[in-house]
Nanobody
C-alpha cells in the first residue's frame, strides 16, 4: 500500500512559478513509476509528467515541455514538479500518482493504470 500527499499548490499570476511536492509513504510496495497528472473540472485526468524511479526516464506532455521539470529525491521518498512560465491554461487540480510497473509512454497516456493517487493540490494561474 502507498499513501501520497501533495503540497505546494496555490494561486499565481501568468509567468510565475510553483513547485509541487509529493511525499510517498510506502508499505511493502515497490514503485516503478511516479507521476503528476491534472484535471480541469469534469474533464478527463491528463498526464503532465512521469519519472521512472529506478532509471530516471521521464515523459512530459507536449504542453509543458520546456516549462515543467519532474524530479525525485529517493532518500526522502519525495516527488517534485517545478513549474515555470505558468499559463492560465495550467489551472487545474494536480495529482500525484504511483504505479508498480516501469514507466512507459503507454502508461503515461493511461492514468487509470496507476495504482495509487493523492488527494490533489489546486493550481490557479491568473492572466
Amino acid at each position: 500500500q502507498v499513501q501520497l500527499a501533495e503540497s505546494g499548490g496555490g494561486a499565481v499570476q501568468a509567468g510565475g512559478s510553483l513547485r509541487l511536492s509529493c511525499v510517498a509513504s510506502l508499505y511493502e510496495y515497490k514503485i516503478g513509476c511516479l507521476g503528476w497528472f491534472r484535471q480541469i473540472s469534469r474533464k478527463e485526468r491528463e498526464g503532465v509528467a512521469v519519472i521512472e524511479t529506478g532509471g530516471g526516464t521521464t515523459y512530459y506532455a507536449d504542453s509543458v515541455k520546456g516549462r515543467f521539470t519532474i524530479s525525485q529525491d529517493n532518500a526522502r521518498n519525495t516527488l517534485y514538479l517545478q513549474m515555470n512560465s505558468l499559463k492560465p491554461e495550467d489551472t487545474a487540480m494536480y495529482y500525484c500518482a504511483a504505479a508498480g510497473r516501469t514507466c512507459t509512454r503507454a502508461l503515461f497516456l493511461n492514468p487509470p493504470a496507476f495504482d495509487y493517487w493523492g488527494q490533489g493540490t489546486q493550481v490557479t494561474v491568473s492572466s
